[in-house]
């Protein structure tokens, strides 16, 4: 049985991975963290329930405090929260392996775990991409940890390459998009969106498009975030992307 505390279970993500764990006969959901829960912080919810994994779906002002104090106390963690940044993870990933813990993050749909996947085949035979991250006008972070993510499993295989060097750009520069992990990404915030993530890539005479589109309810991340709470147990330090955990 492995016990799961879920930080963020009132909230839209929180309250579907809940009702999941609990119809799972492999899964004791030990706790719950917040504002208006029993427990109001990770730390305390911790140091008051013993816990194997930690799941974080709270925002991008908290999940680092949260996820680090889940490590202090050898508690693995999925976070399904964005907003960390690279160095973030980095320092995530040292912690854990110094505690001899787990920690995964991504997006945890199907179908993001297979955008990653597709994307990084057709980056060894395509030269050029980049990535458009679509999301709710509300969100703060930019880009989304999706398309953070993509743009990590890209520069894995290679990075792409720019017939016109971004020093050489005229007009604003800005509007080339940022430079993340060698990909160019291009974030959009407008209503009527939930998280969309595309990459395109070109050669000469021909494109190729590949896009993951989130619904407005929380059922396709819920199979993910449970593949990822039964996966952490025994692993060592950060893995990133739910592909990665696709047989």
């Not at 980095?90 to 955008?115: H, K, P, W, Y």
């Not at 007009?171 to 993530?197: C, I, K, M, N, W």
């Amino acid at each position: 049985m492995i016990r799961v505390c879920v930080a963020g279970v009132t909230g839209w993500m929180g309250r579907a991975v809940a009702k999941a764990i609990n119809a799972a006969a492999d899964l004791e959901l030990t706790a719950g963290v917040s504002r208006s829960g029993n427990f109001s912080s990770v730390a305390e919810a911790l140091d008051s329930i013993p816990t194997d994994v930690l799941v974080d779906y709270t925002n991008a002002k908290v999940v680092k405090g949260n996820v680090l104090a889940a490590v202090k106390r050898h508690v693995n963690v999925v976070i399904g929260s964005s907003g960390l940044s690279d160095s973030d993870y980095m320092e995530i990933d040292v912690r854990a392996r110094e505690q001899g813990i787990g920690a995964i993050s991504g997006n945890f749909t199907l179908t993001a775990g297979l955008l990653c996947r597709l994307a990084a085949e057709a980056a060894r035979h395509m030269q050029a991409w980049e990535v458009i991250d679509y999301a709710r006008a509300s969100k703060l972070d930019s880009p989304s940890g999706t398309a953070r993510d993509l743009a990590e499993r890209l520069n894995r295989v290679r990075a792409p390459s720019l017939a016109v060097p971004l020093s050489q750009t005229e007009g604003a520069r800005e509007a080339r998009g940022a430079t993340v992990a060698g990909s160019q990404v291009h974030s959009l915030r407008l209503p009527s969106f939930t998280v969309s993530t595309e990459v395109v890539f070109a050669s000469e005479g021909e494109r190729l498009s590949i896009r993951h589109d989130a619904g407005e309810t929380p059922a396709p991340y819920v199979a993910g975030t449970l593949l990822a709470i039964r996966a952490v147990p025994g692993r060592i330090g950060l893995t990133r992307g739910l592909d990665l955990l696709l047989s």
